[in-house]
């Protein structure tokens, strides 16, 4: 079993995913932006490397202006190399990753021009997984799409044109479950015809259900039944409905008790859960560590070395709590670990606390840094305690600073980014 996230990552830095707008779009900039941008995919996938995880979804903002007309670049030759580098190192650490178009490309669409546009966006998304030399395991995600006042003659509609996607595309398609519109059960109808798999989404389910109603196992098994040997292992999507937001809306972080009580429901030690959920990468690690077959307290304590400034500016007690509760070296208190980092997070910041954690991150360089550099940060630190100035400005000195002193320890450290 695979946990894994989407497109982006928290904590690592110049993993940030650029864009151009279509006034700049000239084939000079096109070709920076592009490079940035698979440099920043390189970091994100030697991070999952490093942290064992195996699932990942890459932006679809990858290459900007992908599939329009914007943009004539050759860019998979242009880039041959970063291509080939970063696919060598996918494929060497058995990572699976998959695209998952957004709203707008819309496969069933009755208006021609929007058809031929979700044709054109199809074949970018697999052209990016074939030049990485991704196989069919790795896929694309799409929704059914809209229904136009007739579901049945919709659904025909995606199976005609889905007849008109290259062979490739239709290698790699795979369908999913939404919160409006198709249930699970249009969803593996729809599969079942087009001999393609179907992706169940808990939270979609559960805000639109089918009428028959099903638990999460029961679509789940029904779901897998569509999946074959050349598709992989099953993919499921998993998210938390976020309080007081709108129906569909994620959660900031995956609740760690709820998620295991979807995933005691599990019968299949192969099927891979995609979690949508804001903290991206941090959730996959939580989730990862609270269902390893291999539970070492060296897990929770590379954790804390990230969380650990983050939550002293959050909360002074729970920091000493959390401290506490780590030094029992025989014991892996996974639940009570994370209980306290999200009832930290959970807590708005205090002046006072602010001022503890910048002062103990401060102490990496304090002793190194110039007179300037020592005046600035007594400027900001003063300017943040008459509110004159803000934290943020103070955070992003010392981040500076981290870099320039090359303190590797904090720029892993999500106190900078949380």
Request: proline share 5%; net charge negative; charged share 25%.
């Amino acid at each position: 079993m695979s946990i894994g996230y989407a497109c982006l990552n928290i904590g690592t830095p110049n993993t940030n995913i650029r864009s151009v707008m279509q006034r700049n779009a000239t084939p000079e900039k096109l070709t920076e932006v592009t490079a940035h941008n698979l440099e920043a995919l390189e970091k994100m996938v030697d991070y999952n490397i490093a942290n064992d995880i195996s699932l990942y979804r890459i932006s679809s903002d990858l290459i900007p202006f992908g599939s329009s007309p914007v943009n004539t670049l050759d860019w998979p030759e242009i880039h041959k190399e970063d291509f080939e580098r970063i696919g060598a190192k996918i494929r060497n650490s058995g990572m699976r990753v998959s695209l998952h178009p957004g709203q707008y490309t819309v496969l069933n669409s009755p208006t021609e021009d929007v058809v031929e546009r979700a044709i054109i966006n199809l074949v970018y998304h697999d052209k990016i997984l074939a030049v990485l030399g991704s196989d069919t395991t790795n896929k694309i995600v799409l929704h059914v799409g809209g229904i136009y006042g007739d579901k049945e003659a919709a659904l025909n509609r995606f199976a005609e044109n889905f007849q008109s996607l290259p062979e490739a595309v239709q290698n790699r398609l795979i369908i999913e479950n939404d919160d409006r519109l198709y249930n699970i059960e249009d969803v593996l109808g729809l599969a079942d015809r087009l001999h393609i798999p179907a992706v169940y989404d808990n939270l979609h389910h559960a805000i639109n259900p089918p009428p028959s109603g099903g638990s999460d196992p029961y679509w789940i098994a029904e779901a897998k039944k569509t999946w074959k040997e050349v598709d992989g292992n099953q993919k499921i999507h998993y998210s938390q409905q976020a309080a007081g937001k709108r129906p569909g809306a994620h959660t900031d972080t995956i609740q760690l008790e709820t998620f295991l009580k979807f995933y005691d429901q599990l019968t299949d030690p192969t099927i891979d859960i995609m979690l949508e959920v804001k903290d991206k990468n941090l959730s996959a690690i939580k989730c990862q560590n609270a269902t390893t077959a291999a539970p070492k307290l060296l897990l929770l304590e590379k954790e804390w070395g990230r969380y650990k400034y983050a939550i002293l500016e959050k909360s002074p007690a729970i920091y000493q709590s959390i401290r506490t509760l780590l030094k029992d070296k025989e014991a892996y208190p996974i639940r009570e670990f994370y209980y306290l980092i999200d009832t930290a997070f959970a807590e708005e910041i205090r002046p006072g606390y602010a001022e503890n954690a910048a002062a103990h991150v401060w102490g990496y360089f304090k002793k190194h840094v110039t007179d300037a550099e020592r005046r600035q940060y007594e400027k900001n630190l003063a300017s943040y305690r008459n509110g004159t100035g803000t934290l943020a400005i103070l955070k992003r000195q010392l981040f500076r600073l981290a870099e320039k002193y090359e303190a590797g320890y904090l720029l892993q450290s999500l106190y900078f980014y949380l």
